[in-house]
């Protein structure tokens, strides 16, 4: 069996969401994909697909070998495509999305250098506070934070960063400090308005959510800041966001204890799309100095 060539005949099945429209893909005939489909799924002793006369449905065992499918079926592109990266200086452009703040902070200066070693490049750089949809906004390349729902992207992990309780000296001054999530709700508070009124914690070893009654709901991650700078209440940021004000002393971090586990930060693109050798280019220059960043992060113990 050429197991490659049955893993992209299952990948094609899955991604068309027919057996025909996988043949059309594949410049191949329906029966010849039923043909690949059986003889993969007799070789590894399991049903992947549950078929019917209207629709295809993955069973958990296929769910599961999928994920491995794409991420083999990547990492043989990526090979292929790090070869011709070396024989090409990138060229042409590169559509990029991130998160604003992390975009400012550490993504664009980034992006800067590496278009000044590379005056054959331009670049796209969209900073959004969402989740986008790459194929249909046509991003080669996202930077994210959190855990992926999108099965169909491949992520390149960049590591970790968390959320962490502030509050300026001033208002520590005026009213202690918080002892437990509990106290929270005495408190005054300012919140990103899209992430609502409740802050997630975790309190011997299991998740802890208190709900907090906003003095400020702000759209802008700046705003909620400088509103807790100003003393006007505790907020709640990624701890890259509050980095600056932690080494001024503007912001203090609390109750560090009750941290909920750090999430995955990662560039992840499409498996649909081959990786080019401009987006791959790029992804190799930035990423050793985005992984020493978010590795300081939690060095301070600011993402643990």
Known sequence: MDKLKA???????????????????LDRSPA????????LERHLGVRLLNRSTRRLALTDEGR??????????????????????RRTEPAGTLSITAPVMFGHLHLTPLLNQW?????QMRADLTLLDRVTDLLEEGFDLALRIGHLADSSLIARPLGHTGYVLCASPEL???RGHPNHPQDLADWPTVCFAPAGSTWHFQVDG??????????IRANQIDTQLAA????LGLCRVLSYQAQQDFERGTLVPLLTDYNPPPMPVQ?????SRLLSPRVRHFMEAVEGPLKARLAGETGKGLAT
């Open 32 to 39: 010849a994909i039923v043909r690949t489909l059986a003889g």
């Open 206 to 215: 299991k998740p802890w959510p208190q709900r907090i009654d906003p003095l």
């Open 7 to 25: 893993m992209s005949t299952f990948v094609a099945i899955v991604d068309q969401g027919s057996l025909s429209a996988a043949g059309d893909k």
């Open 228 to 231: 807790a700078r100003d003393g």
């Open 115 to 119: 278009l000044k070693q590379h005056p």
């Open 172 to 174: 520590l001054e005026q």
């Open 64 to 85: 599961d070998y999928l994920q491995h499918c794409r991420q083999i079926l990547a990492d043989i592109h990526g090979a292929e495509a790090r070869l011709d990266s």
């Open 267 to 271: 560039f992840v693109f499409p498996h």
